[in-house]
């Protein structure tokens, strides 16, 4: 029999999309206890989702011994306290996007979870499901995509005055980053899971829309170290809003849908140059086998890991990638110069992206 894992959720806000997503998986997973800082916000989410307890104080999670998962969905500037509390509290982690506040932080991680006896962390990138997305995936392993040559990438967004009142967005305190970080860092989280880390990038950012301190508008120019190059573009400024993604192979071409928040999912097209391989393209795809998406499978993929104990579906270095490619245009927007990847622990932005802490602590003031 499947065993079942206890998880204490930490947050009300997308926490209660992550509900919906152990609720589907409810043969897998069960939700004791919700805590968050706003009553008014998780009391209810309680009685939605039948779940008994609720609580103000997130240490009292770390305290229990009858949770196998924290699930952490409480804003980004908590986001690595929390994780290092509940992986040294025995506890296997879930932690929302963007993991954390820099690759500082995730190679701090990577020390913790060295050892934590056996811990995992997954960080969320519930995107990558998506079955458009996921075909692709299965044509590049079966060997039909070939030689990879140029994706191109635009994450269109809109997003008003409303949704910068919530006092922590905008701010590159608490926010920790804009549109690039917060936004894109889904469809540009799709570059590296199917083409692997970047080697380079040049971007150039600004904040257009919003009255906000961090970017909301980007454009970048990305090498990736398996030899082909992307183009990635970020707006929260789109009044209709799309992602698009497009990916060039010599044998394929592979477009998604438009749908703004579910681009990864059918119908995508994918187009052979001859007919010949067009066929095999298409036996390929009637081979593949639906499944859930979103956080219903990630969660799903993650039970799996820990009772066979495997690697997550999603790894601490997939969230090392996906930091670094920030990183790396926040460090180009400023100097102005293409940035070399991967981020060591040289680099003076290593310590933190942030403009006035990076400054500071690349000065070891
Ligand atoms: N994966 C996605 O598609 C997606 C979508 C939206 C948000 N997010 C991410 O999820 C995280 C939360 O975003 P949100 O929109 O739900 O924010 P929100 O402000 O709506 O909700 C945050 C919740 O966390 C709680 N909280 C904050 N600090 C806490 C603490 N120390 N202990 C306990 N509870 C605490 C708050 O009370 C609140 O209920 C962010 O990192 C955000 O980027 C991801």
Redesign the pocket.
């Known amino acids: 029999m499947t065993r079942k894992l206890r998880v204490g959720v ?8 992550h509900l919906t997503g152990f609720g589907w998986n409810s043969d897998l997973f069960e939700v004791p206890v919700l ?4 009553a008014d ?2 009391k209810p989410l309680c009685e939605e989702h039948n779940i008994p307890e609720y609580t ?3 240490d009292s999670l770390f305290a229990r011994d009858d949770l196998d998962i924290i699930d ?5 500037d ?2 690595f ?2 994780c290092r509390k509940a992986i040294e509290s025995g506890k296997h982690v879930i ?4 993991l954390f506040g820099s690759i500082a932080e995730v190679d701090e991680m990577a020390r913790i979870l060295a050892r934590s006896n056996g811990r995992k962390l997954m960080p ?4 990558r499901y998506g079955s458009g997305l996921q075909k692709l995936k299965l044509l590049i392993e079966r060997g039909l995509a070939g030689k990879p040559f140029l994706t191109t990438i635009e994450t269109h967004w809109w997003r008003g005055p409303d949704y910068y009142a ?1 006092p ?2 905008g701010k590159w305190a608490t ?1 920790l980053g804009g549109g690039l970080l ?1 936004h894109a860092i ?1 469809a540009h989280d799709m570059l590296n899971y199917v083409h692997g880390p970047c080697a380079e990038v040049f971007s150039y950012g600004a904040t257009l829309v919003n009255p906000i301190e961090v970017e909301d508008t980007a454009a970048l120019s990305v090498k990736m170290k398996n030899g082909s190059l992307a183009t990635l573009s970020m707006t929260l400024g789109s009044r209709k809003e799309i992602s698009r993604l497009r990916f060039c192979f010599s044998d394929l071409v592979a477009e998604s849908i438009l749908e703004p ?1 579910t681009m990864g999912r059918d119908p995508w097209t994918f187009i052979a140059g001859t007919e010949e391989h067009q066929a095999r393209i298409d036996a390929a795809l009637a081979d593949y086998e639906e499944t859930e998406d979103g ?1 219903t499978r990630q969660f799903e993929l993650f039970h799996k890991a820990i009772i066979d104990d495997r690697d997550p579906p999603v790894t601490l270095q997939d969230a090392r990638n996906s930091l670094e490619l920030v990183t790396a245009a926040y460090s180009s927007q400023r100097t102005g110069q293409p940035t070399p990847m991967p981020i060591t622990a040289e680099h003076p932005l290593y310590r933190s992206w942030l403009p006035e802490e990076g400054r500071r602590l690349a000065a070891g003031v």
């Open positions: 930490i947050g009300a806000g997308i926490a209660e999309r805590c968050s800082l706003d916000r998780g103000q104080d997130a952490i969905a409480a804003p980004p908590s986001h306290e929390l932690c929302e996007k963007p969320i990138f519930q995107y919530v922590w967005r926010e917060g889904h928040y956080y």
